[in-house]
C-alpha cells in the first residue's frame, strides 16, 4: 500500500484544516492506520488512530478538537483539525500499522499509535499555525 498526505497550510490560530491521506495499492480488510506529527527538533508523536471497525484513538491535547474519519469508498483517510494552536505546528504523517489487534483492543493512543507498529508511510505535509 502507498499513501500520499495532502491538506497541510498555514493558518492563523483558531481556525481549521482538513488533512487527507489516500491509500493505494494493496489495502487490506481490517487494518490500523494513524495520524503522526514531527516538530522541528522534536520526536514523532501519534495524534489520532483509525481501524478497519471505526474505532479512534487520540492523543489527550487534541481531543475534541480533531477528529479522524475514513471514507472507504475513496480509499481515503482524513484529520479534521479545528481550533488549531500553534503548538499543532508540525510534519503531518500518515502510517498504516501491522498490529491492527492494537487498535482493536484498546481506546488509548498509548497503545495504538506505538511507533513500531508503523510500518508504511506517507511523505508529509506541513501545519503552520500562527498566533
Known amino acids: 500500500v502507498q499513501l500520499v498526505e495532502s491538506g497541510g497550510g498555514s493558518v492563523q490560530a483558531g481556525e481549521s484544516l482538513r488533512l487527507s491521506c489516500a491509500a493505494s495499492?494493496?489495502?487490506?480488510?481490517?487494518?490500523?492506520m494513524g495520524w503522526f506529527r514531527q516538530a522541528p527538533g522534536k520526536a514523532r508523536e501519534g495524534v489520532a488512530s483509525?481501524?478497519?471497525?471505526?474505532?479512534?484513538a487520540y492523543r489527550d491535547s487534541v481531543k475534541g478538537r480533531f477528529t479522524v474519519s475514513k471514507d472507504s469508498a475513496k480509499a481515503t483517510l482524513y484529520l479534521q483539525m479545528d481550533s488549531l494552536k500553534p503548538e499543532d505546528t508540525a510534519m503531518y504523517y500518515c502510517?498504516?500499522?501491522?498490529?491492527?489487534?492494537?487498535?482493536?483492543?484498546?481506546?488509548?493512543?498509548?497503545?495504538?499509535?506505538?511507533?513500531?507498529?508503523?510500518?508504511?508511510w506517507g511523505q508529509g505535509t506541513q501545519v503552520t499555525v500562527s498566533s
Open positions: 502510517a498504516a500499522s501491522s498490529a491492527t489487534y492494537r487498535c482493536a483492543d484498546s481506546s488509548n493512543y498509548l497503545t495504538t499509535m506505538m511507533l513500531t507498529d508503523y510500518n508504511v
Open positions: 495499492g494493496y489495502t487490506p480488510v481490517t487494518y490500523c
Open positions: 483509525f481501524d478497519s471497525d471505526g474505532r479512534t
